[in-house]
């Protein structure tokens, strides 16, 4: 399941006192990272979400007819697109809305299902990520080291140095789950080894319940899954802001986690770097 546009890779929307120099690409990789704004490439990372979320066990999405997965943020965002450069087909993406624009957006996307108040992301100027996906058959080490690099990258050359986003965890991960027991699960792991101090926790205005019981209420399980974007934040060193949110109109619940740029696990950092090489800007 691909999406295939013309591409005319553009620069790095930069904060305003940034000026990001081109990366080009040393050779022809399987993988390349464009970052655009435009419209048709908007268009692109919203037809392949929309395909993506659709066919994802455990989401659900709404379907207005358009086949694109959108909101008011879009516009507002820059969008990371993962190309594979045998197809020139797009396989994966994600988008970024820095501090800069937030205001323009009507807030943070996060900001819809959690109150901030303790993390202050505009006063702390934190980039928010969001809208991750990848096709099935291109969920590889080297796709997600792409779009990690490609994070990093962003936050490095737009002078922030704080990332937030909220990483989702399907409320069951097949139709036979009891709904919500991963998610205790994840949420018991998260909060006993990776949270932030309590004076930063977010909280959901949503909070998970399942049939009228909390987290707390329903038999965690014998062994947690963490979804591999997840994983990812963690691996990086990520932190997480406290209890998750409900999100009934994809059928997961949502953890809001927090990576600074200073204090990222740095071999991991390195292994990570080596991706950005392939990275493809002009």
């Known amino acids: 399941m691909t999406t295939k546009a013309a591409s005319n ?11 990001p120099e081109p990366i ?8 390349s990272l464009v ?35 959108h909101d008011r943020f879009d516009e507002h965002c820059d969008h990371l697109l993962v190309r594979d450069n045998h197809t020139d087909e797009f ?7 820095p501090p800069h624009k937030v205001s323009a957006a009507g807030g943070y996307y ?16 934190i980039v928010e990520m969001g809208r991750a996906c990848v096709v ?8 997600l080291s792409l779009m990690w690099a490609g994070i990093l990258h962003y936050i490095e050359i737009t002078g922030y140095d704080w990332v937030m986003g909220c990483v989702s965890v399907p409320m069951r991960l097949t139709p036979e789950d009891e709904p919500g027991v991963n998610v205790r699960g994840v949420r ?31 038999e965690p399980p014998a062994r947690a899954k963490v979804p591999p974007l997840l994983n990812g934040y963690l691996r990086l060193g990520a932190q997480i802001c406290g209890e998750p949110a409900h999100d009934p109109d994809f059928g997961v619940a949502d953890f809001v986690a927090l990576l600074g740029f200073a204090t990222v696990n ?17």
């Open 9 to 19: 890779p553009a620069l790095l929307s930069a904060a305003p006192c940034s000026t």
């Open 24 to 31: 080009r690409s040393p050779g022809r990789a399987r993988y």
């Open 35 to 69: 970052v655009e704004s435009d419209a048709a490439h908007r268009e692109v990372a919203q037809r392949l979400r929309y395909r993506v979320f659709a066919d994802e066990p455990g989401f659900t999405i709404a379907d207005d007819g358009t086949g694109r997965d």
């Open 91 to 97: 396989v994966g993406c994600y988008r970024m809305l």
């Open 110 to 125: 996060t900001a819809t299902e959690f109150d901030l108040t303790g993390l202050d992301p505009e006063g702390q100027r």
């Open 136 to 143: 099935p058959e291109h969920r590889n080490g080297s796709v």
């Open 188 to 218: 018991d792991m998260l909060l006993a080894r990776h949270a932030v101090t309590p004076e930063r926790f977010v909280h959901p205005y949503r909070p998970v319940e399942v049939d009228g019981r909390t987290l707390d209420e329903l």
């Open 266 to 282: 740095t071999r991991y950092l390195d292994r990570l770097r080596s991706a950005a090489a392939t990275f493809d800007a002009r």
